[in-house]
């Protein structure tokens, strides 16, 4: 399905394992880290924390808030757990970098990591100058996103139009929006578009008026936003 996005004046991007390909692994250490972390907390088995790492996840929308609600964690330690993990599996993309760079309008990231965390892997993604700003979690109180109320927190935090708004995030197609809590399927406040990993965004042949077209793989190179094929 062909999307017209020439009306978009902001551009919202989730970080991990969309500003970079999920195939980098960088996201199974920060996984890793994390079942260190519940295990030293609750002294389950290592088999049993991660297991409830994930019903944390599946029924707060983050680990780190159920870890907050049901054993006081202070969100600051959690978070200093990733602060020195390598970025090595981190690389820069000159196309992905002129892309964006060529996206008019408003570039912000949106994140439930941390404030630390988003700036390292910017800096190391090379991405650092071109987004205005980034709504990480402290931001948004510790609601994580696809909650409606973290879309609610940072949309008037940064007066967000979501009618004018493309929503690049590498959450399943399934999951809620967050601008009105429907689906991605049916909803109609912002346009969405699907992507797995920086790879997987969207590869435009220049022509003139500008579409994009065949698999999703990179940021358009087009110099305004055009039609672009939302993942399924």
């Given amino acids: 399905m062909i999307a017209d996005l020439t009306h978009v004046d902001t551009w919202l991007f989730d970080l991990d394992n969309t500003l970079y390909p999920a195939e980098s692994g960088f996201m199974a250490e920060v996984t890793g880290r994390m079942t260190d972390f519940v295990q030293k907390v609750t002294g389950l088995p290592r088999d049993q924390a991660f297991r409830l790492q994930k ?9 780190l808030r159920g870890l907050m609600l ?3 964690v202070d969100p600051a330690e959690f978070h200093a757990i990733f602060h020195d993990l ?10 992905l970098v002129g892309a964006l760079s060529r996206l008019p309008g408003r570039r912000l990231v949106f994140t439930n990591a941390d404030a630390i965390h988003a700036e390292r892997v910017l800096a190391r993604l090379g991405l650092a100058g071109l987004f205005e700003g980034v709504f990480h979690i402290a931001s ?3 609601v994580p996103k696809p909650s409606p109320e973290a879309f609610a927190r940072m949309s008037a935090a940064h007066a967000i139009d979501p ?11 399934e999951e809620p929006t ?25 590869r435009c042949r220049p022509r003139p008026r500008p579409r994009c077209s065949g698999p999703m793989h990179k940021l358009s190179k087009c110099a305004s936003p055009a039609p672009v094929e939302r993942m399924p």
């Avoid at 019903?55 to 680990?63: F, I, N, Q, S």
């Avoid at 390598?86 to 196309?95: G, H, K, T, V």
């Fill in 70 to 72: 049901n054993h006081g």
């Fill in 55 to 63: 019903d944390y996840l599946a029924e707060h929308g983050l680990t």
């Fill in 86 to 95: 390598s970025l090595e599996a981190l690389a820069q993309d000159p196309d």
């Fill in 178 to 202: 967050g601008f009105d809590g429907r689906t991605s399927r049916n909803t109609r406040s912002a346009p969405l578009q699907r992507a797995t990993s920086s790879r997987r965004i969207s």
């Fill in 140 to 142: 948004a109180g510790y």
């Fill in 163 to 173: 009618g004018a708004t493309a929503f690049i995030w590498s959450v399943p197609p």
